[in-house]
């Protein structure tokens, strides 16, 4: 397969680290330093649904293609206000198409995820035309008044559409099962059956420093993994499309790979972490910036919470 398209979509409202400092123990110079953030788009008004369907649409604009011409739509998304249906359903009926619809979690690294799906669908000859989407809206998650975790996120929607080709040209997925790393939890409606003793709700939890040795250590293992198998080097590479999780993270994987800084576009800076949205946003960034050529090769690489990490190559 190959990427004909891309499209992204964020909120309107941004809130930058010295509107944080009003209401939280923090500022800019606590949070820049330790995580390269200055601001974040965040959902006010907006519903995650209707971001998902204008980064979609978008893509779709870009690919010249219709929503008709879809054979598979598949949605990365950690959490929404729809239980059900699913967020996939949901967009395609914004978009206008009837094909089949598949939401996946994976957390931060789904949209590689999604493509070592859309890949196993080519190889079987059912698929020609490909949608993938990931939606989220972590700022819905985290709890403001803890400093630690709220400074992180940003919300938002990034699509691509995928065609036949040979341009996906390698991935691998992984996961270190880890619960405590990275957890929210959320009661469900409630039963006169359920005995359990009583449960509240938890706002995301993290573990900062556990997640970012996960982090640098199997993203470095696995670009190099993927890389060996082509017979290629990280020099070699054009791109690295990185998770936008913390830019300190993002320095110690290039620091490692031992490559210039130019190839490591970020966006982190004015968008935060955007879970899975993160390296679709930053691929549409790219491409409407006209970074990239024919041949270029670029690869991307995620990790979150699971814990669970994926990288890919692929060839534009």
């Not at 040979?166 to 009661?187: A, C, G, M, T």
């Not at 250590?217 to 993994?225: K, P």
């Not at 090769?297 to 979150?304: E, L, P, T, W």
Request: net charge negative; with cysteine.
């Amino acid at each position: 397969m190959k990427i004909i398209g891309t499209g992204s979509s964020i909120p309107h409202r941004v809130i930058d680290n010295n509107m944080l400092s009003t209401f939280l123990d923090t500022s800019e110079e606590w949070i820049y330093p330790r995580t390269g953030i200055r601001s974040r788009h965040v959902i006010s008004d907006e519903r995650l649904e209707d971001l998902g369907r204008d980064a979609c649409l978008k893509a779709l604009e870009n690919s010249g293609l219709k929503p008709g011409d879809l054979d598979l739509l598949i949605c990365s998304n950690v959490v929404n206000e729809y239980a059900t249906p699913s967020l996939s359903s949901v967009i395609a009926q914004g978009i206008g198409v009837t094909c089949p619809c598949i939401d996946i979690n994976c957390a931060c690294p789904g949209f590689i995820y999604a493509m070592d799906i859309a890949d196993s669908y080519y190889k079987a000859g059912k698929v020609k035309n490909v949608m993938i989407v990931c939606a989220e809206e972590p700022t819905r998650m985290v709890a403001w008044n803890d400093r630690s975790t709220c400074v992180l996120f940003g919300d938002g929607a990034g699509a691509a559409v995928f065609t036949e080709g040979d341009n996906f040209k390698e991935s691998k997925l992984y996961s270190q099962p880890d619960v405590e790393k990275i957890w929210e939890y959320r009661l469900l409606e409630p039963s006169p059956f359920v005995t359990r003793k009583k449960e509240v709700n938890v706002p995301m939890q993290m573990k900062g420093r556990e997640v970012f040795k996960f982090a640098v250590t199997t993203s470095v293992r696995d670009i190099n993994d993927i890389l060996s198998r082509r017979g290629l080097k990280p020099e070699d590479i054009d791109y690295f499309l990185i998770h936008q999780a913390n830019m300190r993270i993002i320095e110690g994987i290039r620091q490692s790979l031992g490559v210039p800084i130019e190839k490591f576009p970020t966006n982190i800076e004015d968008h935060g972490n955007s879970s899975s949205a993160s390296c679709p946003i930053l691929l549409d960034e790219c491409n409407r910036k006209g970074m990239f050529k024919k041949g270029d090769k670029i690869v991307f690489s995620a990790f979150g919470a699971g814990l669970m990490s994926a990288v890919a190559l692929i060839e534009w």
